[in-house]
């Protein structure tokens, strides 16, 4: 599976060589290092030690992970202030077009990312998919988002970017609102295709709004740092939404089984060691290898038993990526300046550029007969 990317690696990196321009318009500023650093003590802590709740609960280690990810947001933002060439320049936030356009596309992006990481788990476990199977009913997502890119893109043009990312934001609810009531322990493969092209019509709907946004709102010397926010909403909001829907799902499963082995006849709960509780109550996985050590007709009621259990755990995660979507559209339709607004706010970063800057590697020599033939010509 991974040796497939090689080829493809190779030819890109020789295509590069070929095409790709040597220099694009460096600058001899300083690259902000500690910067770098401290961001990923803000968030890689935090991603990690919400992900541990489920095994730790809130302990002496998690609660100095999220102590280590607050003081690192800290020094971040202090950095971020005092240093004449930030990594990220916070003045940027002050503009709606950027924060709410950031905010908007996190929350899509994010949840997206973290209903699929649930969705293939729950094709496979508890509709029995192949890992192939599981895999091609999410391309209806995939269509639909390319699909829906061209009708955002005149609804940009024609009422501004607030329309189509409250529209995206609002229909990827939907989305998410089917996986949450209609993915049960019997769905049928139409409805999880259509769900999934709903969350990609979503998704295809506030993409380009939030990228173009992004980008409107950052003067040119920040392009860079406008296309890697771009970049930020997929992998900071994947993250963070995977580790904060796949924690919900773990602890609500784990209380389904809590609750069922508590009101098991004690003849019954005599059968079940410790260590096999725990393994049922820890994992899908688990309960099915557990399951192998009972007859067929109570096998077959600890695997339905742990399928209910993985529902339950889907729609409370699944409820979560609904709730931030219904505030994100909340935010878009009263903060999201109108089309007007917006353009005067990109008018205004544009009127704001700076002179360019010379390039850190020296370019050709300029034709200095040619500046000598035109007097006129400024210096």
Request: charged content about 10%.
């Amino acid at each position: 599976m991974f040796l497939v990317s090689v080829p493809i690696a190779v030819l890109v990196v020789l295509l590069a060589g070929l095409w790709l321009p040597r220099h694009a318009g460096e600058t001899s500023e300083p690259v902000d290092h500690l910067g770098g650093v401290l961001s990923v003590v803000s968030i890689g802590p935090l991603v990690l030690a919400i992900s541990l709740v489920p095994n730790y609960g809130f302990n002496g280690l998690v609660l100095g992970l999220f102590a280590v990810s607050l003081v690192g947001l800290v020094l971040f933002v202090v950095r971020e202030r005092r240093t004449p060439s930030p990594i990220f320049d916070l003045k940027v936030l002050r503009a709606r077009t950027f924060t709410i356009a950031l905010i908007g596309g996190t929350i899509t992006w994010g949840g997206l990312l973290g209903a699929m990481f649930i969705g293939q788990q729950y094709t496979q476990n508890v509709l029995g998919y192949s890992p192939l199977s599981a895999a091609l009913i999410t391309l209806p997502a995939a269509v639909f988002v390319a699909a829906a890119a061209r009708p955002a893109g005149r609804l940009i043009t024609s009422r501004g970017s607030r329309v189509p990312l409250a529209l995206g934001l609002a229909v990827t609810a939907v989305g998410f609102l089917g996986m949450a009531l209609l993915f049960g322990t019997a769905a049928s493969v139409v409805v999880v295709g259509i769900v999934y092209g709903v969350l990609g019509l979503g998704i295809g709907l506030a993409g380009p709004p939030s990228s173009s946004s992004l980008m409107g709102s950052v003067p040119v010397a920040r392009a860079g740092m406008g296309s890697a926010s771009n970049d930020l909403q997929r992998d900071f909001g994947g993250a963070l939404f995977q580790a904060v829907m796949g924690t919900l799902l773990a602890v609500e499963y784990t209380h389904y089984f809590t609750k069922a082995f508590a009101a098991l006849p004690p003849s019954q709960a005599q059968q079940l060691s410790q260590q096999a509780t725990a393994t049922i109550s820890q994992s899908f996985t688990g309960a099915e290898q557990v399951a192998k050590q009972f007859p067929q007709a109570q096998a077959d009621q600890l695997v339905a038993a742990a399928q209910q259990a993985f529902v339950d755990g889907k729609t409370a995660a699944i409820s979560f990526a609904v709730i931030t979507c219904l505030i994100g559209l909340v935010l878009v339709l009263f903060l999201y300046p109108n089309k007007r607004d917006e353009e005067a706010t990109y008018a205004r970063v544009a009127g704001q550029q700076p002179p360019p800057r010379r390039n850190a590697t020296p370019g050709p020599e300029p034709d200095l007969g040619a500046k000598a033939a035109e007097p006129d010509a400024p210096p």
